[in-house]
């Protein structure tokens, strides 16, 4: 099992920024990737980001060139730094951490941006 508690979202207006952080416990040792998804109202829940433990990282196009994810491994930490963030962001965020033969979710933080 791997526990995993997101926290730094919030309301920001259009073009500022946050950083989200997402805490890792449990069987880390068998986690393959770490990612950032979102979903927003009556929308499917969608990648944002995702890192390997090689730190290989991956972005949805949406994203690219605006947020920044990143991995502290003595932590067991991934963070998402997002800036210039648009309406269009506003979604609840949530850590996902996989495995070989499962994935792991927090509980989600919500990210408002106001126009």
């Known amino acids: ?3 995993l508690v997101e926290s730094g979202g919030g309301l920001v207006q ?3 920024s946050l950083r989200l952080s997402c805490a890792a416990s449990g069987s ?13 109202p009556g ?26 994810i990143s991995r502290d491994n003595a932590k067991n ?3 998402l730094q997002m800036n210039s963030l648009k ?3 506003t979604a609840v965020y949530y850590c996902n951490a996989a495995t070989s033969d499962i994935g792991f979710w927090g509980q989600g933080t919500q990210v408002t941006v106001s126009s």
């Open 1 to 3: 099992q791997v526990q």
């Open 28 to 40: 880390i040792f068998k986690v393959n990737a770490m990612g950032w998804y979102r979903q927003a």
């Open 77 to 79: 930490a991934v963070y």
């Open 87 to 89: 309406p269009e962001d």
């Open 43 to 68: 929308k499917q829940r969608e990648l944002v980001a995702l890192i390997t433990t090689g730190g290989i990282t991956n972005y949805a196009d949406s994203v690219k060139g605006r947020f920044t």
């Open 14 to 16: 259009a073009g500022g």
